[in-house]
């Protein structure tokens, strides 16, 4: 079977794809309808089938005779710590802690917050709740109370599961002050707060009354079964940034991911059961939800948690040494990752220290990956490092390579090809099919395949305005693209104000949100700008009040403070520039394209729509001095 044969059969006749790529997972009942609508006249996969997600990643494979095997590593170097869990074991710890949320009154259809660091107890909750058909949404780590707020009122939890810490390189993140204070903001009141107590700072469990101990909880529970959901039954929430400042509750359904994910597994990553594959990512974020924790489980390959960096824990080379020692056969990063090792060993002088004889494939995605770390990659570690591309909203890739099939072949600065269910287009403004070599807009024609989106968590308003009333007929994705002549494209970033911070997808609305609410400012626009080592990073450019006395060093440091403290560190917000005036349009829209190329000191055409060209010249002038402070 050619690559290619499979994309026509899954875009012609999608319900016969489908169904037989359904018959590849266990279904406690097979669907008999694989493709309807709903309510709102949107696509719905496999209605009437039932299943379970952690029946799928665990019981199954216990069932099958495999469990003795290692379902789960957790290397941590960051703690000295090395686990390895079997899928008896892993089933153990899971079935008792849905035990556990099944005392607290948690039942099918309630909706549970996961804010934890990368440890093995994080996918044990993940699951427990997927056991037990609580729809869970797992909030990174490294947001700022003010996010988690935000997720807690709009999906309104049953229970909220922490940690008492992360780490990150040497320092200790203690969670539980973030979390109170999350919870003093919140107006909607968790119930049930569970801890899992990690020892690593002090006085921490019992920092606030009401606390539920995880392991205690854990110890004290019967273990409970799986229950049968429908295909359609959410799994999990995951809040991504969109082009307001409040996050979009991406709800994600059972059926249609399961589906999806163990085609990846085997058409995508090429990777065989009882192999070992390492997703790199956090839990918090997309990759990590299907690629961390359900594709490798479904497809029965060990999964790696790990909870370090690239460099600095301790070198350069713990990746390396990672695949090495636990013999991974495929990876995932984020080019980021493979950009800060370039820099920290440009020779690969540490890759030499591994024996890399079973690792097979690196996968990229997450930010646009530049050919200069590609070619590093394909001269130090000597085996393919293929670019592809995808959203939280897909869940699993959307171009890429068919990997089994060797006309796919990588072509360097292109995230690959459509893969099958994904009917990509490039579109101009008004519509219109552009020709090869145009950059336009990145369309999808729908239905979406399996495993996309179910839509945005109560607001399906909000989901069609986001994605689907741009163009009729067709999903739009926010990213500008490319189409060559064989098919490949090339992104060319997004198109709206949501940025890429070392692959974290962050938005620019919502900290213009933060920066506009600093009581010396009158108005702003906050950019990604390119960088190095992160792809991008935000840049902020303000106008103060009339009459402001606040020097511009005080202002930029109060502002890049409050940016750590309402979105989080990870937003990486360090320059603000203040400005006189912001450049506009006639009609009072700031142009912050025309901001970003002339801080990336990149050409540029001057807006026909723009107010007065003369503030171009200002604009450029701030900048030099800027970049000379
Ligand atoms: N909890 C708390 N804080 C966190 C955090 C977490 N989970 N993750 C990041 N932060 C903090 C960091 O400590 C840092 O804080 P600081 O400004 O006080 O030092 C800040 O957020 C920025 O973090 P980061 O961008 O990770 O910078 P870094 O210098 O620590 O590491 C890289 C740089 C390139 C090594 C790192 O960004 C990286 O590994 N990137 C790859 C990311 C990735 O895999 N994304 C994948 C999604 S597919
Ligand atoms: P997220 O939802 O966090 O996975 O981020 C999705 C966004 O990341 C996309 O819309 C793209 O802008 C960007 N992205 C993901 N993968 C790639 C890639 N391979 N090349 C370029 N941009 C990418």
Redesign the pocket.
């Known amino acids: 079977m050619k690559a290619k044969d499979l994309f026509y059969r899954s875009i012609e006749d999608h319900e016969t794809f489908w169904k037989e790529q359904a018959k590849e997972i266990s279904w406690f009942h097979f669907p008999g309808q694989i493709i309807s609508k709903d309510e709102n006249d949107y696509t719905q996969w496999f209605a009437d089938g039932k299943l379970n997600m952690c029946y799928l990643c665990i019981d199954k494979h216990i069932e099958d005779g495999f469990g003795e095997e290692i379902a789960i590593i957790y290397d941590s170097p960051v703690t000295n710590q090395k686990l390895k869990y079997t899928y008896h074991q892993a089933k153990e710890e899971i079935s008792k802690l849905a035990g556990g949320l099944l005392s607290l009154g948690l039942k099918k259809g309630d909706t549970a917050v996961i804010y934890m660091p990368m440890i093995p107890q994080t996918l044990f909750s993940m699951l427990a709740c997927a056991r037990i058909g609580v729809i869970h949404n797992v909030v990174f780590g490294g947001f700022a109370p003010h996010e988690l707020v935000v997720r807690i009122d709009d999906c309104k939890p049953k229970a909220l599961i922490t940690a008492t810490a992360g780490v990150e390189i040497a320092k200790r993140i203690p969670y539980l002050p973030l979390v109170e204070k999350a919870i003093e903001l919140a107006q909607d009141k968790v119930e049930n707060i569970i801890v899992f107590n990690r020892k690593l700072v002090e006085n921490q469990h019992e920092m606030f009354d009401g606390l539920i101990d995880y392991e205690e909880l854990v110890q004290n529970s019967k273990p409970a079964d799986c229950v049968s959901v429908e295909s359609n039954h959410p799994l999990y929430l995951l809040y991504?940034s969109g082009t307001t400042g409040k996050p979009k509750g991406i709800t994600r359904d059972s059926g249609g991911y399961a589906t999806a994910l163990k085609f990846s597994m085997k058409y995508i990553y090429g990777i065989e059961p009882g192999e070992t594959f390492w997703a790199a990512s956090d839990f918090g974020?997309?990759v990590g939800h299907s690629y961390t924790v359900y594709g490798p489980l479904i497809n029965r390959n060990t999964t790696i948690i790990f909870e370090g960096k690239p460099i600095m824990t301790p070198d350069a080379g713990t990746f390396w040494r990672i695949i090495s020692e636990y013999k991974v056969a495929a990876m995932f990063t984020a080019p980021t990752a493979i950009r800060a090792i370039k820099k920290e060993d440009p020779n690969g002088e540490l890759v030499k220290k591994y024996d890399l004889s079973n690792f097979k494939k690196q996968f990229l995605?997450?930010?646009?990956?530049d050919v200069s770390t590609l070619d590093w990659f394909a001269e130090h570690i000597g085996v393919p490092a293929i670019?592809?591309?995808?959203?939280?909203e897909s869940g699993s890739p959307m171009l890429g390579l068919m990997t089994f099939d060797n006309d796919y072949k990588i072509k360097r600065a292109s995230?690959g090809k459509p893969i099958p269910g994904y009917d990509i287009k490039i579109f101009d403004e008004n519509g219109y099919e552009l020709d090869e070599h145009k950059e336009g807009y990145l369309v999808i024609k729908l239905p979406l395949p399996p495993g996309a989106m179910l839509g945005i968590w109560n607001d399906y308003d909000r989901f069609e305005k986001s994605y689907l009333s741009q163009y009729k007929g067709y999903y739009f994705?926010?990213?500008g693209a490319i189409k060559d002549e064989d098919g490949y494209i090339f992104?060319t970033?997004?198109v709206d104000d949501v940025i890429?911070v070392a692959g974290h997808?962050l938005s620019t609305s919502e900290m213009e949100e933060v920066v506009s609410s600093h009581p010396d400012v009158a108005e702003c626009a906050v950019v990604g700008i390119d960088d190095n080592l992160r792809g991008q990073v935000p840049f902020a450019t303000v106008v103060l009040k009339n009459g402001s006395q606040i020097s511009e060093i005080d202002v930029e440091k109060q502002i890049v403070s409050s940016i750590r403290e309402k979105i989080g560190a990870v937003a990486v917000l360090k320059s603000v520039m203040v400005v006189k005036r912001l450049p506009k349009t006639r009609s009072g829209k700031i142009l912050r394209k025309l901001i970003r190329t002339i801080i990336d000191g990149r050409d540029f055409q001057i807006p026909s729509t723009i107010d007065d060209e003369k503030i171009i010249d200002e604009l450029k002038e701030k900048i030099e001095q800027y970049k000379t402070n």
């Open positions: 991504t974020w997309a995605a997450g930010e646009r990956c670019d592809h591309w995808w959203q939280t995230a994705s926010g990213d992104i970033g997004r890429n997808r």
